[in-house]
């Protein structure tokens, strides 16, 4: 049995029913992270010795009667942004690179008492403004399906080591698309919540008003685990909006027989490769093979929104970051301050004018999921470029492209697996619903992996 090929699910079968225990299955993931983590670079901080003291304290606790459900003694690992008692949360950060936080932020407490073992923290783009995950202070991650392509970012970390092997489930967080994007280059599966749905207490911000935390895995399944125990109403986040949080699991394996399904169909979104274009359409043929109805729209003011996105994330980010802007600029990395100075230029009319739009935004898609039940659209407009390619700041502003709208929007949106380009590099497509909407995606994006294999595809790599 290969230990660090199982799914979420899998797993914890496995553990529930005494097959393995927690310890060997962590240390299959620390065996397999020493032999390959040298190439990828997946890893900011490695917490060996502590993931195995956690494994070993949940074997101890089955063996006495206690089962803390299905995370019990799942080895995952975490963006480097979440904060960990007691462990470096650097932000891929200069300025955070020695910061050992004194409490853990809520979604680590909730992972924590769901049983799972944390492996340690994953690599991102310097403070998750870029999608590349080129880090200067911390060193490029590498595309486990091809070294020489990025993973996509800033949770690239995650994406490279679910890919790999290297952990069983990840938490990531999307700004513009930083689930998402890496999700899609790295041919797994990404959920970006509803703006709200979890809590950011405790993430180092990008953006106070467009931050995302959401669950990465290498099957839907496994995602619908993770957000099952990351989401819920935070009293003390002042974004959490208390709304009941439905049973993902139970709902996951229904038909989606019915359902009108929009395939968006515009000049703005059909601006991508060709063989992307081609396998998103396969997969919209898929979809109607399961009794969904296809319907191809446009949907204008997708440009705009993910231009407005852009102004106030690197707005928000340069009002976070502004005392370390005007003191040590020097400690940014080239691209992150080229975009922060850009951020700080904008004037509070056109931040003022983006809020409106923003409003007009949200107001055109509750009229548009009123009469559909998801939007399907490529979730990235190319396959993973190469690291040495064109700098950042324009990766950010190709690759974002249709990820950023539905940050504006705050809707829920998940990527999965849906092909593979001629090169061998993995394709995802994007599916958006309603606000609040997840258990609808996790189950629309379940009926979909369930018709294809893409998902079991895995990338070959040498120690």
């Given at each position: 049995m290969e230990l660090t090929n199982l799914s979420l699910l899998e797993a914890s079968d496995l553990i529930a029913k005494r097959v393995i225990s927690c310890e060997d299955l962590t240390q299959a993931h620390l065996d397999r992270i020493s032999l390959l983590e040298p190439q990828l670079n997946c890893f900011i901080t490695l917490t060996a010795e502590l993931a195995l003291d956690q494994a070993r304290g949940l074997d101890d606790e089955l063996q006495n009667g206690i089962y803390r459900g299905a995370l019990h003694g799942i080895p995952i690992a975490l963006k480097d942004l979440f904060e960990t008692r007691a462990i470096l949360t650097s932000a891929g950060s200069w300025f955070f690179k020695d910061w050992i936080p004194e409490k853990d932020g809520v979604i680590v407490e909730l992972l924590n008492a769901a049983g799972a073992v944390n492996l340690g923290k994953l690599n991102m783009h310097e403070i998750a403004l870029g999608v590349t995950n080129k880090n200067p202070h911390f060193g490029s991650c590498h595309n486990p399906w091809d070294l020489q392509r990025t993973p996509g970012g800033s949770s690239g970390g995650c994406g490279s080591a679910l890919a790999a092997g290297l952990c069983i489930g990840s938490v990531g967080s999307d700004t513009g698309g930083s689930i998402r994007i890496p999700a899609s280059l790295s041919g797994i599966v990404g959920l970006k919540p509803t703006f709200g749905r979890v809590s950011l207490r405790g993430a180092v911000p990008l953006s106070w008003n467009l931050d995302h935390p959401g669950p990465m895995a290498?099957?839907?399944?496994?995602?619908?685990?993770?957000?099952?125990?990351?989401a819920?109403?935070?009293?003390?986040d002042p974004v959490s909006v208390d709304m009941d949080v439905p049973?993902?699991?139970?709902?996951?394996?229904?038909?989606?027989?019915?359902?009108?399904?929009?395939l968006v169909d515009d000049p703005f979104f059909n601006k991508a490769e060709q063989e992307i274009i081609r396998a998103v359409r396969t997969a919209a043929e898929v979809f109607a093979s399961l009794g969904a109805q296809i319907t191809p729209v446009e949907f204008p003011g997708a440009y705009e929104a993910a231009r407005d996105n852009g102004l106030m994330v690197t707005s928000d980010a340069a009002a976070f970051h502004q005392e370390r802007l005007a003191k040590q600029p020097e400690h940014f990395g080239e691209d992150v301050h080229k975009r922060l100075a850009a951020g700080a230029a904008y004037t509070s009319s056109e931040y003022s004018q983006a809020r409106r739009n923003q409003s007009l935004l949200r107001r055109r898609f509750e009229h548009f999921f009123g009469k559909y039940d998801l939007l399907l659209t490529p979730t990235t407009p190319l396959t993973a470029p190469l690291l040495e390619g064109p700098d950042a700041v324009e990766q950010a502003a190709t690759l974002t492209r249709f990820t950023a709208p539905f940050n504006f929007s705050g809707l829920p949106a998940i990527s999965l697996p849906c092909g593979f380009n001629s090169q061998g590099m993995p394709i995802g497509m994007q599916l958006i619903t309603r606000s609040?909407?997840?258990?609808?995606?996790?189950?629309?994006?379940?009926?979909?992996?369930?018709?294809?294999?893409w998902h079991l595809r895995r990338p070959e790599l040498k120690d």
């Open positions: 290498r099957r839907v399944a496994d995602v619908a685990i993770l957000l099952q125990i990351i819920g109403y935070d009293p003390e049973n993902y699991q139970a709902q996951l394996h229904g038909n989606v027989r019915g359902w009108q399904i929009a609040w909407g997840e258990a609808a995606l996790l189950r629309a994006a379940q009926a979909y992996e369930s018709a294809t294999d």
